[in-house]
């Protein structure tokens, strides 16, 4: 099964077997979080059955769970402590013995989730339409795949990560958890659990557990195991050996009771084991020194300063592969960019598409209105005979085709719509009323464009048929693909640019026959603008409305609004006489204007936004210029982790962690470049 699959190969990456887990392990919660066991164990009225024994490790997290009748289990436990081991694990152990009958257990970042805007099974339905695009076909009853799913209770959803909500929203977040019957895993730091409890009610019907921190027994069995053994002075010993002792032999000192509570988590053990255990020359004795880290925190801020560089070591570099050698440095930089954009979202998730949220919107209407200028300057040249004739108009078209477009570019591409990624799909099943009325509506505009310009039968026949199917091709090429396995974030980003381009070249060939038929025939389309007001007004509602159609199935609202003022606009400045005609002009016209239609419909897709942001982006020194190579790369480094068709951190602290470090040395750098 592709779930399966996806977190196997996680945890092959985390080396969470590597030598062995580590030994992860819970007992029951406070009474005080717990609801009345009756409820739990769905107990018929008057019946009153004790607890059930919750306590348990790694290795019974599935057997934990099945014994709990309501099947609501919330796992609690402080940053580190190995919650989404667990998570992950359950995910594994269900699907390894689940019965045909059964849900499918699916894992879920929970911290973007809105429970104000969104219904939790609005929100399990979306995600699953995001992060596995086949669950977004149409189902049963005209609802998505993901919703009958959903809706039937064939999804088992696993929410991890209830502490990463928005501030405010954890009790809101739990009455809507307590409004379903849905059987679950959730996990959660105490502190916002047990605030939300306080401020609502205990999760109805659910079993709570509280993880337990690792004993010097777990580090002593663990960590030696994690390093190359050598001989000193006649014995096999590693470099854990002498820390472990002095933490064993002299338990009450400082510098051992600061780096048991360090230790006391997965997460900082991992980090440990990363920076000591798999890089050579490096000696944990150092975590003992009260002069370098008299904190805990100051031990953990070490380890979590040192995962990156570790983590791209060059001994670690597998050219073999696939993996080429990113320096520490710059790799350490990039990542921290990514994290701070992710801190500014408030999500775990890194979608690609979305980095222009790193870019303010001026910046980013600035880029896309630069470039919109340039291409509809260019096509506003050609019309004019700028490459065949002196006369100004050329000068003058260029300017005002540049200025009145480049001007709703920038607007439409800063305020407008982003999309999510799509993929081409040529399904007539539920899509030929859609088809037959954008055709329709393409057939009309275009038809309508050219009886105004005065083409004829055949011109007007021949553009309404290329408009329409450009359009209808819009239905086909913005639909999920049936895959058969979960897609990879580069894969993903593929399906999307395949569709883009598709859709790209149909309009690009659609807009082009109308502008190169428009100079074939008339000359310059504005040449055959009439100065009669009623035959001025039909010409400026068509414009209007081709704008309109173009811009709002490209960016939404504001795209509508600012290409159709703009293509009015164009028009009535436009006025003069013919200036070049013929097949040639025709030609060069139709196909520049073409492809600056095609770009107004690629831009908002989700691979042309990404394409702008990571030209731009790497033209700042923010990410690398291969940015799906170097992800891929973090992602095999175990710096990353992929869940469904997006990218997260290995953990929330690490994320935060190097977002902090981004942060402060764009400050110190603001403030050195102020002097």
């Not at 469904?644 to 190097?658: K, M, T």
């Amino acid at each position: 099964m592709a779930v399966a699959a996806q977190w196997r190969e996680e945890e092959e990456r985390r080396r969470i077997h590597d030598p062995f887990p580590l030994p992860v392990h819970w007992h029951p919660a406070a009474p005080e979080l717990v609801d009345h066991w009756a409820n739990i164990c769905r107990a018929p009225a008057g019946a009153s059955p004790g607890p059930l024994v919750v306590t348990g490790r790694l290795e019974r997290i599935a057997d934990v769970y099945r014994q709990i009748p309501s099947g609501r289990l919330a796992m609690l436990g402080r940053a580190g402590a190995g919650k989404t081991i667990v998570a992950v694990r359950f995910v594994l152990d269900m699907i390894a013995t689940r019965s045909r009958a059964d849900a499918v257990p699916v894992l879920f970042s929970v911290g973007p989730w809105n429970p104000a805007a969104a219904s939790l099974r609005s929100w399990l339905t979306h995600q699953l339409e995001r992060e596995y695009p086949a669950l977004a076909a149409p189902g049963p009853a005209g609802l998505s795949l993901a919703a009958a799913l959903v809706g039937a209770g064939r999804i088992l959803p696993v929410l991890d990560g209830f502490d990463e909500i928005a501030d405010g929203l954890h009790s809101a977040a739990l009455r809507a958890l307590n409004a379903t019957t849905t059987p679950l895993l959730l996990t959660s730091r105490p502190d916002e659990y047990v605030a939300a409890v306080t401020a609502t009610d205990v999760m109805s019907a659910a079993a709570v557990t509280q993880l337990d921190d690792l004993s010097l027994a777990d580090l002593n069995d663990y960590l030696p195991r994690t390093t190359r053994p050598s001989l000193a002075d006649g014995q096999m010993t590693t470099v854990w050996d002498p820390v472990l002792a002095h933490l064993r032999d002299q338990p009450a000192e400082i510098a051992s009771k600061t780096l048991r509570q360090v230790l006391s988590t997965p997460l900082m053990v991992t980090l440990a084991r990363a920076v000591y255990s798999d890089t050579p020359g490096h000696d944990p004795a150092e975590l003992l020194n009260t002069g370098r880290f008299g904190t805990a925190e100051a031990v953990q801020d070490h380890l979590l300063d040192a995962f990156t560089p570790a983590a791209y070591e060059p001994h670690l570099d597998c050219p073999g592969h696939g993996h080429r050698r990113w320096d520490p440095s710059h790799a350490q930089r990039w990542l921290g960019c990514i994290a701070w954009h992710l801190d500014r979202l408030g999500t775990n998730d890194l979608a690609v598409w979305q980095l222009g949220a790193t870019t303010s919107r001026l910046t980013r209407g600035l880029i896309a209105g630069a470039g919109s200028a340039l291409v509809f300057g260019l096509a506003g040249w050609l019309s004019g005979g700028g490459p065949t004739t002196a006369s100004p108009y050329a000068l003058a078209y260029a300017l005002i085709n540049g200025l009145v477009f480049g001007l709703a570019g920038g607007i439409s591409f800063g305020l407008g719509a982003q999309r999510e990624p799509s993929h081409a799909q040529i399904r007539f099943r539920g899509a030929t009323s859609a088809y037959l009325g954008l055709s329709t509506g393409g057939f009309a505009v275009g038809a309508a464009f050219a009886l105004a310009v005065g083409l004829g039968l055949s011109g007007t026949l021949l553009s309404g048929l290329a408009c329409g199917l450009a359009l209808g091709s819009h239905v086909w090429l913005h639909r999920p693909t049936v895959i058969a396995t979960v897609p990879s974030p580069g894969e993903v980003l593929h399906r999307d640019r395949t569709a883009t381009l598709a859709f790209g070249l149909a309009v690009a060939l659609a807009y082009g026959t109308v502008g190169g038929l428009t100079v074939w025939y008339s000359g310059d389309p504005a040449a055959s603008i009439p100065s009669v007001p009623a035959d001025i007004a039909v010409t400026a509602l068509v414009g209007i409305t081709a704008g309109a159609l173009i811009g709002g199935l490209s960016y939404g609202r504001a795209g509508a609004i600012s290409y159709a003022l703009s293509v009015m606009a164009a028009g009535a400045l436009a006025d003069g006489p013919a200036h070049v005609t013929g097949l040639g002009p025709g030609l060069s016209y139709g196909i520049t204007f073409g492809c600056a239609i095609a770009a107004v419909t690629m831009l908002p897709r989700a691979w042309g936004t990404y394409t702008v942001n990571r030209i731009w982006l790497a033209l700042c020194g923010h990410l690398p210029w291969q940015l799906m190579a170097f992800l891929a790369d973090a992602h095999h480094r175990g710096v990353l982790r992929q869940s469904g068709g997006v990218y997260q951190f290995r953990h929330a602290r690490l994320q935060h962690h190097l977002a902090q470090i981004h942060q402060t040395h764009n400050r110190r750098h603001e403030h050195l470049r102020g002097h």
